[in-house]
């Protein structure tokens, strides 16, 4: 059964960080990019980050320089660390894993992150 589990939100005041963990399971093809996507309330749903197993990673403009993704695509591992960050940023986030030689992308169910005071 294949899993994609979510941890590590919560709720964070303007300025604070939190650490994203994701942990995908019983995936039996090659994993050839993982990332995050968030919505917020009201609004559709956004890529956050990405990371592809070359390496190489890609930031929507709203996070650059403030998050970073990291992680081990071979061991279906991923992070994303968020710094100072900001009201806007509030909104569950949904790590993925995808497949390209069946193009077949796995969701987790997301993990709420609330940034107030």
């Known amino acids: 059964q294949v899993q994609v589990v979510e941890s590590g939100g919560g709720l964070v005041q303007p300025g604070g960080s939190l650490r994203l963990s994701c942990a995908a399971s019983g995936i039996i093809y090659r994993i050839d990019a993982m990332g995050w996507y968030r919505q917020a309330p009201g609004k559709q749903r956004e890529l956050v980050a990405d990371?592809?197993?070359?390496?190489?990673?890609n930031y929507a403009a709203s996070v650059r320089d403030r998050f970073t993704i990291s992680g081990d695509i071979a061991k279906n591992t991923l992070y994303l660390q968020m710094n100072s960050l900001k009201p806007a940023d509030t909104a569950v986030y949904y790590c993925y894993a995808y497949v390209s030689q069946y193009g077949i992308t796995y969701w987790g169910k997301g993990t709420l992150v609330t940034v107030s005071s």
């Open positions: 990371i592809t197993t070359g390496g190489s990673t």
